[in-house]
């Protein structure tokens, strides 16, 4: 069992950077990480993920070329690096736990993570 907690979110406007963290109570070299986010009235997406055991990484086509995703091992971290943000990326962002190995995909399910950070809020203006 691993325990996340995320962190990073705030206000910016349209154009800015946030750097999301997500830190975890333990190695996360076992799990898979995403990213998702949630904006109101709509259902909960993925943006990224990024695998523990070959650190490979994926991006939805919503954030890709804009986002990266890149893990601290030495401080069983994963951060969410968020550039040209829009006001579109506006959510609740939630740092999430697979323990499987192996590749990721950003557009997985939901369902497919076990553990779940508490959320950070990003609003971005125009």
């Known amino acids: 069992e691993v325990q996340l907690v995320d962190s990073g979110g705030g206000l910016v406007q349209a154009g800015g950077s946030l750097r999301l963290s997500c830190a975890a109570s333990g190695s996360t070299s076992k799990y898979v990480i995403g990213w998702f986010r949630q904006a109101p009235g709509k259902g909960r997406e993925g943006v990224a993920c990024?695998?523990?055991?070959?650190?490979?990484?994926d991006l939805s086509d919503s954030v890709k070329g804009r986002f990266t995703i890149s893990s601290d091992n030495a401080k069983n971290t994963v951060a969410l690096q968020m550039n040209n943000l829009k006001p579109e990326d506006t959510a609740v962002y939630y740092c999430?736990?697979?323990?499987?190995?192996?590749?990721?995909?950003?557009?997985?399910?939901?369902?497919?993570?076990?553990?779940w950070g508490q959320g950070t809020q990003v609003v971005v203006s125009s």
């Open positions: 999430a736990a697979s323990f499987r190995p192996g590749s990721c995909g950003a557009d997985s399910s939901e369902y497919e993570y076990e553990y």
């Open positions: 990024i695998s523990g055991t070959d650190g490979s990484t």
